[in-house]
């Protein structure tokens, strides 16, 4: 006897319709774990900041902070980092990079107006930076008595890694604060004070008045006017190549580096923003990192 020859026609479509509903709520929740590991393999893991430790110092007192990164499973590429120092108790001295990347040292710049130090660094390399690794030292002076606060940007660092899109996100920062303590004292031996004496007035004379000469009127220079390179417009561009030589190499990222360090503008070759690849109006670790994700060391 035929099973479905119990149930009705429209017992039949009610079970028909449940059927695939529960087919759609597993297909459902089978895509959304696959959006869920291919978002986690194009942004990576969470990486994170830190600065070190270290005891109360002496005003005056010149130390060492080690600045690493948690870069978990990522293979970390590149690191665009701001701090702001607290300038009222500590001075900035130097920051000493690792040779943990191969192109260190890009920026590293201290603004004693502000306080804020930066630091950038990329690695071309097919070497394998992940876990815990130390980017530099940090060289502090204590300046005056009470508590200085190191504190990373909260929008401005940029972190990448090699087989991600755009920066890595970054969470979970140590900031660093650290306790000046001010001089001990001595108290001083009283000394007697010799009584000075007094030394005859001397008697000015008469200085003579020198004549005003002529002054020369400059002549003008004219300002000479730079002219841009225009860049070969590629058919078929090709993702990371910058200078469209059809192929993605050591020298494009040259023409990166160059106006990474020039705020966009690379004095050497006159390019503006020629390696703004992800076209959002800078050059960045963003554009690096596209750059790298292609290029085979």
């Given at each position: 006897?035929?099973?479905?020859?119990?149930?009705s026609?429209r017992?039949?479509l009610?079970?028909?319709?449940?059927?695939l509903?529960?087919?759609?709520?597993?297909?459902?929740l089978?895509?959304v774990?696959r959006?869920?590991?291919?978002?986690?393999?194009?942004?990576?893991?969470?990486?994170?900041?830190?600065?070190g430790?270290?005891?109360?110092q002496?005003?005056?007192?010149v130390?060492?902070?080690?600045?690493?990164?948690?870069?978990s499973?990522?293979?970390?590429?590149?690191?665009?980092?701001?701090l702001?120092l607290?300038?009222?108790?500590?001075?900035?001295?130097s920051?000493t990079?690792?040779?943990?990347f191969?192109?260190?040292?890009?920026?590293?710049?201290y603004?004693?107006?502000?306080g804020?130090?930066?630091?950038?660094?990329v690695?071309?390399t097919?070497?394998q930076?992940t876990?815990?690794?130390?980017?530099?030292?940090?060289?502090?002076r204590?300046?005056a008595?009470g508590?200085?606060n190191?504190?990373f940007s909260?929008t401005?660092?940029?972190?990448?890694a090699?087989?991600t899109?755009?920066?890595?996100?970054?969470?979970?920062?140590?900031n660093?604060?650290y306790?000046?303590i001010?001089q001990?004292?001595?108290?001083?031996?009283?000394t007697n004070?010799?009584?000075?004496?007094?030394t005859?007035t001397?008697?000015?004379t008469a200085t003579?008045?020198p004549l005003p000469?002529?002054?020369p009127?400059?002549?003008?220079t004219p300002t000479?006017?730079p002219t841009?390179?225009?860049?070969?417009?590629s058919?078929?561009?090709?993702?990371g190549?910058?200078?469209?030589?059809?192929?993605?190499?050591?020298?494009?990222?040259?023409?990166?580096?160059?106006?990474?360090?020039?705020?966009?503008?690379?004095?050497?070759?006159?390019s503006n923003r020629q390696?703004?690849?992800?076209?959002?109006a800078?050059?960045?670790l963003?554009?690096?990192?596209?750059?790298?994700?292609?290029?085979?060391p």
């Open positions: 006897m035929d099973i479905f020859s119990r149930y026609s017992q039949l009610t079970i028909g319709i449940i059927a509903l529960i087919l759609a709520l597993i297909m459902t089978y895509l774990k959006q869920q590991e291919v978002r986690q393999r194009a942004t990576g893991n969470s990486v994170s900041l830190n600065l430790t270290v005891s109360p002496i005003v005056k007192t130390f060492d902070v080690p600045l690493t990164i948690s870069a499973a990522n293979n970390i590429t590149g690191v665009d980092a701001r702001t607290d300038k009222d108790v500590v001075d900035f001295v920051f990079p690792s040779a943990l191969n192109n260190s040292g890009l920026v590293s710049s603004d004693v107006q502000t804020v130090f930066r630091y950038a660094a690695d071309t097919s070497a930076i876990g815990t690794v130390q980017v530099g030292i940090l060289r502090l204590g300046k008595p508590t200085a190191v504190v909260q401005a660092n940029q972190i990448t090699l087989g899109i755009g920066s890595l996100p970054i969470d979970n920062n140590t660093g604060s306790t000046i001010p001990p004292t001595n108290t001083p031996i009283p004070t010799p009584t000075p004496t007094p005859p001397p008697v000015p003579p008045t000469t002529a002054t009127i400059p002549t003008a000479p006017i841009n390179t225009p860049i070969p417009p058919p078929t561009p090709i993702p190549d910058i200078n469209h030589d059809g192929s993605v190499n050591i020298l494009d990222f040259n023409i990166w580096r160059c106006e990474f360090v020039g705020n966009g503008i690379c004095a050497s070759t006159g390696s703004d690849i992800n076209t959002d800078k050059v960045d963003i554009d690096f990192s596209m750059w790298r994700n292609v290029f085979n």
